[in-house]
């Protein structure tokens, strides 16, 4: 299991550079500096495990005490910004890597909520707000409207992949085949509203 | 006084009902699906007092700890999101449940801060916050300039009613009067402001 | 050196009424009430030092602690509003002051943070974050983008002058010649930067 740890360790680290990225397009759609590039960039990466970990009174921050994740976070947005005119084609590849990186996130952050003592109904939430969080506060800061209260499935497939994982491991499944499931049913999900364009209906007045 | 406690707590109870409704309602404004209308009721019904229970150290907060506190919320915000169009015409009566919990909030909130040791103009301070800034979040979101900084008598209601509370009781009137004078003082005034169109003067430049 | 550390505390609160002052003149812009005016110029003059105090795990806040804090950015905010069309012909005064305010933040904070324990690299960051934060909270709730993402070397001048107040500190440099050298770095830079106009290039899509 040990190259399955490294394999984490790696989607993880990987999930940062995916929503660092997102924030930086963000970022040069608003003609920001590569300051802003870089502020965003680590608000959309590292915003949604902050705030998980305040809410469950771990303070300070995983992104406080190893330098590598700001550094990832920072690279990541210094390209966008200086390469950032060919990357735009590849948006749609970067749609991808943020479904990949919402699902792994999610489950993730359920599981840092689960050891930290937090209910299960609890920990899905947590779950979730790592997942989405980040992507809401970018949009605040930039002045928009979040997408996460707008557009497609977004928050719901965050979480029914904590959901899955949270539900496998209270009833005893082990730690990486529930890992694997809540994923896939993450990603899953997030795949089939992107490829089909589905979006919950909005409210009608 | 087992029946005011339990009356308090029903009332603590309505009082989320009644902002998660708010935030509903901004909600349907802007056209969000039904995931944007839960999150944005639950950020009106408790960011206020994530926010003092932030500041004074407490966390996880009381709505990671006892599941009764979401569930109202998200059923207010998907009654809203369904029934929308005939609340709608109740939106006067929905003002006047407003200012009730504005007024319980802000006592309640002030109480929590004594009891946790703050300093009594501290408790003030938490006290309104406890009763504001999840309006200011909900509008922050939304992407609109918070209502408390552009209208109306509210945050001074609610300084007022915490005030008289932590007044009363640091001069030793007992629990129950104090907080009905001070629910008493926070309604009374947002409900003269409320009836006679009351507003603070803007800036003039 | 009694007379250099009075003269720190009296920049320290010179530094909040400064901070203020500018989150009053937004307020000014945005035609707030007086309510509104003390909001802003309290989340604008501490926003920063909070969520410093928030990564770092030490709640409550400082201003919480003692009410000189808040007096002095309630006082400085009705001042602006019952005086600002006098205060706008100082405008240019008050861009010089909050330079010295951002480069004071930036050294405290750093130096707030290394007392508590946190690494070189990070106690830069959070002196830059005590500098700039209050600000970006001042933009969002007004509902514009925030000056810090778009404008001028701003938040470059704050960790600057960070950056070498800790770099001498854990050489060994004493505390007092360290703390001006940060200073003078930090206002520096931004000085060069009004002065010239100097600001970083945009994205260029």
Not at 81 to 93: I, K, N, P
Not at 143 to 155: G, H, K, S, T
Request: net charge neutral.
């Amino acid at each position: 299991m040990d190259a399955f740890a490294s394999l984490l360790r790696w989607l993880d680290l990987a999930g940062s550079a995916v929503f660092a990225a997102s924030g930086a397009l963000v970022a040069a759609r608003k003609g920001l500096d590569a300051v802003g590039f870089v502020v965003i960039a680590v608000v959309t990466g590292f915003g949604g495990g902050t705030l998980r970990d305040l809410l469950l009174g771990r303070m300070p921050p995983f992104w406080l005490q190893d330098p590598t994740w700001l550094a990832i976070a920072s690279a990541v947005a210094l390209l966008v910004f200086f390469l950032g005119h060919r990357l735009e084609s590849r948006f749609q590849a970067l749609l991808w890597a943020d479904a990949l990186g919402l699902a792994l996130y999610a489950v993730l952050g359920a599981e840092i909520a689960l050891l930290a003592g937090a209910q299960p109904w609890a920990a899905v939430l947590l779950g979730t707000v790592t997942a989405t969080f980040g992507g809401v506060v970018r949009d605040v800061i930039c002045n928009e409207i979040p997408l996460l209260l707008r557009q497609e499935i977004y928050a719901l497939a965050a979480l029914a992949g904590a959901a899955v994982f949270v539900l496998l491991r209270i009833e005893g499944v082990w730690r990486d085949p529930a890992l694997l499931a809540g994923l896939a049913t993450g990603f899953g999900i997030r795949a089939i509203a992107i490829r089909r364009g589905w979006s919950l209906p909005a409210y009608r007045p």
